[in-house]
């Protein structure tokens, strides 16, 4: 399963426009422009707590790995990879995410042989935290779907039964 994700990062402009703001990053980092990242990842509010927890744990992450990760997402693409997929594949979106474009959902759903996009309609970025029922309730359905697809189990060849 795949969720709010990208095809590659390079020549996206938020994406790029966010590369100024990481390589400026010293430590200790500054709780506004983490609060303010995780925040523009949501089309809807969430609960307070979770954008707390979200926002203390991301401090944690010192300026250094804010760098090297964002330079690792710049560089990046996978469209020639997700064409060798040979899993069933489920994409959840919302249409509202500012980060992953549509274009890029369409792009994944294209190279994946076996896979389907779900769009959640007014929804951002994170909607895991914007809708965490719904967002649960497709992962436990697609589990449930590819499960019955599942070659069985293969019995270990030193596996011996027992007869009484």
């Given at each position: 399963?795949?969720?709010?994700?990208?095809?590659?990062?390079?020549?996206?402009?938020?994406?790029?426009?966010?590369?100024?703001?990481?390589?400026?990053?010293?430590?200790?980092?500054?709780?506004?422009?983490?609060?303010?990242?995780?925040?523009?990842?949501?089309?809807?509010?969430?609960?307070?707590?979770?954008?707390?927890?979200?926002?203390?744990?991301?401090?944690?992450?010192?300026?250094?790995?804010?760098?090297?990760?964002?330079?690792?997402?710049?560089?990046?693409?996978?469209?020639?990879?997700?064409?060798?997929?040979?899993?069933?594949?489920?994409?959840?979106w919302g249409d509202r995410d500012v980060l992953c474009p549509k274009a890029d959902q369409e792009a994944v759903v294209r190279a994946i042989p076996d896979s389907r996009l779900v769009v959640y309609e007014g929804v951002g970025h994170a909607l895991h935290w914007e809708e965490p029922k719904r967002f649960a309730d497709h992962l436990a359905i697609f589990c449930t779907e590819i499960s019955a697809y599942a070659p069985p189990r293969r019995r270990s060849a030193t596996r011996q039964t027992r007869t009484a």
């Open positions: 399963m795949l969720a709010a994700t990208f095809a590659q990062y390079s020549r996206k402009p938020l994406i790029a426009g966010l590369g100024s703001a990481v390589s400026a990053l010293e430590d200790p980092i500054d709780e506004a422009f983490v609060r303010e990242f995780q925040q523009g990842t949501l089309a809807n509010p969430v609960p307070e707590s979770l954008l707390d927890t979200a926002v203390s744990e991301s401090l944690k992450v010192p300026a250094r790995v804010w760098r090297a990760v964002y330079e690792g997402f710049v560089e990046d693409d996978f469209t020639a990879e997700m064409r060798s997929i040979q899993a069933p594949t489920l994409v959840l």
